[in-house]
């Protein structure tokens, strides 16, 4: 039990409980111990130690694979009797079962009590999917040692309280084991294994570096994301990133709040882009210079699109009642004299945040309608309808995730996109064209 309580971090009294339900360091093989229910939020170690922990004797089957009955009752059976479908036997199971019934009496011709000397645990993770199944078949997973007259348990293993699970015909309680959340102290621990020392120019980067670390990116990350998977790939994704100024030459090993500094664009980004999984972990893994790509995709983009792109960003980022003011073509008079239907911004409006307030807010929702009457507002060209697909050039920008449409794809009439760059990226489209997009936009006039 020492072994399994050093493998897995903050989870000792759940261990410990585990050992005392089934009577395993008393090594009482023979002991039938009742169903048990363990329990708890997502990622906190119920299956892994669940697994670890009965990975001798213990046949584990997941409830979101067999969603039917039949699946459950063959596939529990299987792994009991150490059953495996090969090309022999047709890569059949054992027996056909269809009902509760069925199941229980094949368990019996199955097992014999010889057999069944040692207690065997049947482990369904993800049990909240039998509460879909007929009512009966959970009365039945709760007593089946008793029907079977066989030493077998049941372990279920659920995100969701046994109270959810409970039948109008009524059930006999299992032995339940709760799992926490993990403590702050915990998390580091678990997230400490992944880690193996490395050199860097010559740097060691040991245990107690990674530890500063780890400490940072949970501070930063544990108020909106405390699921311990989302944790570790947030870690592997952004260690890079933090130990590249060593890389470098930038920073000494022991300035923390240098390197902190230098990777906190990145952290920012990490958890508007990464977390909600706007870009894929190779995107961000090949996206070092986030300046360089902006060149490139600008670059390729072609000379028209990149107006399309502009147009875009300025009816996204442009109260609508502005357009008069920045896209009509009149004169300088009336311009001077028709200021747009809006009031004039003072410098109290300043101190209460009107200057880039608008990038702060993100882009809002515009027509397509909108979008063109500012691009061709923006470019003076004639000839433009002849040598130009409008309709084509959006669609790539789509694919291209540079927009985003806000209305679903069967609504034909009235839809609304969203620009999908940011400032930077729509400054350097914007000198590739040789356009001042600054003079255009709200928060900058």
Partial sequence: MD??????????????????????????SNYSPRSLFIYGPPSTGKTTVVSEFFKHNGAYINCVECFTPRLLFEHSLDDLIKHKP?????????????????????IREHLSPESTAKTRYLIL????????????????????????????CVVFISNIVFEKFRVKGGTIDPYMINFPDYTREDTLKILQLDFK???????????????????????ILCHNCKDLNELRYFASLLFPVYAKPLQ?????KHETAKLYRYAQ??????TERLYLREISSAEWTNNDDKQKRSVSVAVELPYYTR??????????????????????KTTSEDRRRKRGGGTRKTKADNKLGGKMRQQLLGPKAFPVERMLAIFYSIIDDDTLEDTIDIQLQITSLTTLRLLFRTTSMDKLDGAKYKCNVNFEFIRTVAKSVKFEVDKYLYDFC
């Fill in 3 to 28: 072994e399994i309580k050093q493998k897995f971090p903050g989870r000792g009294k759940q261990i410990d409980q585990l050992d005392y339900a089934t009577a395993q360091s008393f090594q009482i």
């Fill in 307 to 328: 107006f399309l792109l502009i147009a875009a960003y300025l009816a996204s980022y442009n109260p609508p009642r502005f357009d008069i003011r920045y896209f009509a």
């Fill in 125 to 152: 993770d993800k049990a909240e999917k039998i509460r879909d199944m007929p009512g009966t078949i959970l009365p039945v997973l709760l007593r089946l040692s008793e029907l079977t007259e066989r030493n077998v």
């Fill in 248 to 252: 470098e030459g930038l920073v000494q």
């Fill in 197 to 219: 020392p490395t050199i860097v120019n010559s740097i060691e980067l040991d245990d107690e570096f990674y530890q500063g670390f780890l400490e940072v990116i949970y501070s």
């Fill in 86 to 106: 090969t090309f022999s036997n047709g890569y059949t199971s054992s027996r056909k079962i269809d009902n509760v019934q069925q199941f229980v009496k094949a």
């Fill in 265 to 270: 664009p990145y952290f920012a980004e990490a």
